[in-house]
């Protein structure tokens, strides 16, 4: 938990670098070019860290649960099955299920989920369970704009959001740091520096 109060859960960079793990774990496909721009970033992220970060970063948790106006919530990184595993707002209904019914047999009863890990933000329902993916705040969603996405919880109700940033100096920090892959480019355009980590239906090209 941090210093803040906030509970915390680890993805699975977190599990990689307090591991010391030669790679971000992401579950890119070998050789794939998210897999080659993964390789910089990863490797600039692991040269930052410390014994004390390392530690702190073992110690967070793969589930929290919060609860929301008397509905409890589920918070993982991608799904409980596998931490890195990446789901869309186009995947089918049962691969959620799958994490659900998975999270009960760990958790009891819960109304919904919180998750992350694709980058996308969106909002399912599945048979009456929400689940809610809030995006990536230091990431923009694949669509053109600079800006960002959060979700938020409101009396059971979910809005997503876009997030206006000073994206000129995160920008300029990565170039000043030697991340010039790709993923600066993204931060001014919107645009990832690679599709094929999306399924068909969110990449670009299939929408023109």
């Given at each position: 938990?941090?210093s803040?109060?906030?509970?915390?859960?680890?993805?699975?960079?977190?599990?990689?670098?307090?591991?010391?793990?030669?790679?971000c774990?992401?579950?890119?496909?070998?050789?794939?070019t998210?897999d080659?721009?993964s390789?910089?970033?990863?490797?600039h992220a692991r040269?930052?860290?410390?014994?004390?970060?390392?530690s702190?970063?073992?110690?967070?948790?793969?589930?929290?649960?919060?609860?929301?106006?008397?509905?409890?919530?589920?918070?993982?990184?991608?799904?409980?099955?596998?931490?890195?595993?990446?789901?869309?707002?186009s995947?089918?209904?049962?691969?959620?299920?799958?994490?659900?019914?998975?999270?009960?047999?760990?958790?009891?009863?819960i109304?919904?989920?919180?998750?992350?890990?694709?980058?996308?933000?969106?909002?399912?329902?599945?048979?009456?369970?929400?689940w809610?993916?809030?995006?990536?705040?230091?990431?923009?969603?694949?669509?053109?704009?600079?800006?960002?996405?959060?979700?938020?919880?409101?009396?059971?109700e979910?809005t997503?959001?876009r997030l206006?940033y000073?994206?000129?100096g995160a920008?300029?920090?990565?170039?000043?740091a030697?991340?010039?892959?790709?993923?600066?480019?993204?931060?001014?355009?919107?645009?990832?520096?690679?599709?094929?980590?999306?399924p068909?239906?969110?990449?670009r090209q299939?929408?023109s």
């Amino acid at each position: 938990m941090l210093s803040t109060g906030w509970p915390t859960i680890a993805g699975n960079v977190e599990r990689q670098l307090a591991a010391d793990a030669d790679d971000c774990g992401c579950g890119f496909e070998d050789g794939s070019t998210c897999d080659r721009l993964s390789a910089k970033w990863y490797a600039h992220a692991r040269n930052e860290m410390t014994d004390d970060l390392r530690s702190r970063m073992a110690a967070l948790p793969d589930i929290a649960t919060v609860t929301v106006e008397g509905r409890r919530y589920a918070v993982i990184h991608g799904g409980v099955t596998d931490i890195s595993r990446f789901l869309w707002p186009s995947s089918p209904d049962e691969d959620f299920a799958t994490e659900i019914e998975t999270l009960r047999d760990i958790l009891g009863h819960i109304d919904g989920v919180i998750a992350g890990h694709s980058g996308i933000a969106f909002h399912r329902d599945v048979a009456g369970v929400q689940w809610i993916n809030a995006g990536a705040l230091g990431l923009p969603p694949h669509d053109g704009r600079p800006m960002t996405r959060y979700a938020m919880l409101d009396r059971g109700e979910v809005t997503i959001h876009r997030l206006n940033y000073d994206w000129q100096g995160a920008q300029a920090a990565m170039r000043a740091a030697g991340l010039t892959d790709g993923y600066d480019v993204t931060l001014e355009t919107g645009i990832w520096p690679s599709e094929d980590v999306l399924p068909p239906a969110l990449m670009r090209q299939a929408k023109s």
